[in-house]
C-alpha cells in the first residue's frame, strides 16, 4: 500500500494551493479518504474527510476555505486550499479508512493507511 502525496510548498498568507495524493495497492474507490495536518511541536489534526460515495466532512478550520475531491478513475484525492493563513502551516497527510463514518474520520482513530506527508509553509 503506498499513498503519495503532493502539491505542498511555500506561499504568501491568502493564497492557495491544491494536493493531491496518488493511491496504490488498495482498492481506491472502496475506501474512504482524508486529510490530517501536524504543525510543529502539536499533534497531528484533522482537515476533511470524503466518503466512498462523495460525501464530504470538515472540520472547522477548514470549512468555507478548503475543499477535498476524489478521482477514483485516477486513484487519487485532492485538497484545494484557498485564503490560506499562516496557522495552515503544517505537515499534510492522506489517509486512507475501509468502512468508515465520513463525520469522524477526522478523529483519525481507525485511519488504516497513511501517507508520508507534504510540508505546506504559508509565509506573512
Known amino acids: 500500500v503506498q499513498l503519495v502525496e503532493s502539491g505542498g510548498g511555500s506561499v504568501e498568507a491568502g493564497g492557495s494551493l491544491r494536493l493531491s495524493c496518488v493511491a496504490s495497492?488498495?482498492?481506491?474507490?472502496?475506501?474512504?479518504m482524508g486529510w490530517f495536518r501536524q504543525a510543529p511541536g502539536e499533534e497531528r489534526e484533522g482537515v476533511a474527510a470524503i466518503g466512498t460515495d462523495g460525501t464530504t466532512s470538515y472540520r472547522d478550520h477548514a470549512k468555507g476555505r478548503f475543499t477535498i475531491s476524489r478521482d477514483n478513475a485516477k486513484s487519487t484525492l485532492y485538497l484545494q486550499m484557498n485564503s490560506l493563513g499562516i496557522e495552515d502551516t503544517a505537515t499534510y497527510y492522506c489517509?486512507?479508512?475501509?468502512?468508515?463514518?465520513?463525520?469522524?474520520?477526522?478523529?483519525?482513530?481507525?485511519?488504516?493507511?497513511w501517507g508520508q506527508g507534504t510540508q505546506v509553509t504559508v509565509s506573512s
Open positions: 489517509a486512507a479508512e475501509e468502512n468508515c463514518v465520513v463525520a469522524a474520520m477526522t478523529d483519525g482513530g481507525f485511519v488504516e493507511y
Open positions: 495497492g488498495f482498492t481506491f474507490r472502496h475506501y474512504c
